[in-house]
């Protein structure tokens, strides 16, 4: 029997990556955005290349209240194997000067529904298996903006969690990529010129690569020769001077 699969953010850049990546594996896949009209599109595009394969899309605001319980009653209500949290978006502003809505919306898209939607699926996990991914990025290694929180808490929420579910059917991972040609770095604004071409990575092999990792029980996912050692380094390098490095990648970005 196929794969039941729901990717938030499926959309654009890397979640639109997992929709191929899993249509390809198999699976019935329901697309969770904002974006009915895009859904719409990419639900028709898919059922008429995967014939014989269930496509669905749930519109759903990550950013509200209303929006996370309409994700968390979809999840408790339907068979789930795999749920990626993949959702997100840049916050690009000093703190001083920043937007406190803007910010509550980035809490809620990239951590209160990442929470939610992993509490609501646990239950069927934990009985039949069931496999969760949540896409953090290598900005939880380095400190930074709230971006680089979030993406921390992230990262802290899967390997604590992971802990738990050790002797469980359900297996967690964080995938934690570096610059990805997505939607992600126009939509907030961010210039990617300065970046140089070796720090890119493709949001197809990105994907590829977390879920190898993930079927491997690798509990932290970095896919790309340059951020494995670039993390690796944090992890040795005095924090002020990880500090720096982070402050002046992300100059480079704007
Ligand atoms: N690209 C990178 O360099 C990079 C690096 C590290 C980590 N990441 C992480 O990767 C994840 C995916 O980002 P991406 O690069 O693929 O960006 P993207 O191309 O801009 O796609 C973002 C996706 O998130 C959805 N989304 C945004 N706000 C939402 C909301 N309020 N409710 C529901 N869905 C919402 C968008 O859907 P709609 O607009 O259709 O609603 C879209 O499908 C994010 O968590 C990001 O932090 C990205």
């Known amino acids: 029997m196929s794969m039941n699969v729901v990717i938030t953010g499926a959309t654009a850049g890397i979640g639109k990556a997992y929709v191929e990546m899993f249509a390809h594996l ?15 599109n990419q639900v028709g595009d898919l059922s008429s290349r995967f014939p014989g394969q269930n496509f669905t899309f749930e519109v759903c605001d990550l950013a ?28 690009n502003q000093k703190f001083p000067e920043t937007d406190m809505d803007a910010e509550t919306v980035a809490m809620n898209v990239m ?8 509490h609501a699926v646990l239950p069927q996990m934990l009985e039949r298996g069931g496999e969760i991914v949540v896409v953090a990025s290598v900005a939880g290694f380095l400190p930074g903006g709230t971006y680089s929180a979030i993406k921390a808490w992230n990262v802290s929420f899967v390997e ?18 570096g610059f ?20 890119w990575l493709d949001a197809n092999k990105v994907v590829r690569t977390g879920w190898e990792d993930h079927l491997k029980g690798r509990v932290i996912s970095i896919p790309g020769w340059q951020y494995k050692t670039l993390i690796s380094l944090t992890r040795i390098l005095p924090r002020k001077t990880v500090a720096n490095f982070s402050g002046s990648l992300r100059k480079r970005s704007k």
């Open 180 to 199: 990805t040609r997505t939607e992600f770095h126009e939509r907030a604004g961010i210039s990617t010129e300065p970046i140089p071409n070796w720090l």
């Open 111 to 118: 951590v209160n529904a990442v929470m939610r939607a992993t």
């Open 26 to 40: 198999g699976a019935n896949i329901t697309l969770v955005s904002r974006d009915r009209d895009r859904m719409q």
């Open 64 to 91: 509200n209240e209303l929006g996370i319980q309409k994700l968390e009653e979809y999840l408790k209500s339907h068979v789930v194997d795999v749920l990626i949290n993949n959702a997100g978006f840049a916050t």
């Open 160 to 177: 604590g969690l992971s802990r738990q579910l050790k002797r469980s059917k359900v297996r967690i991972s964080a995938l934690c990529p």
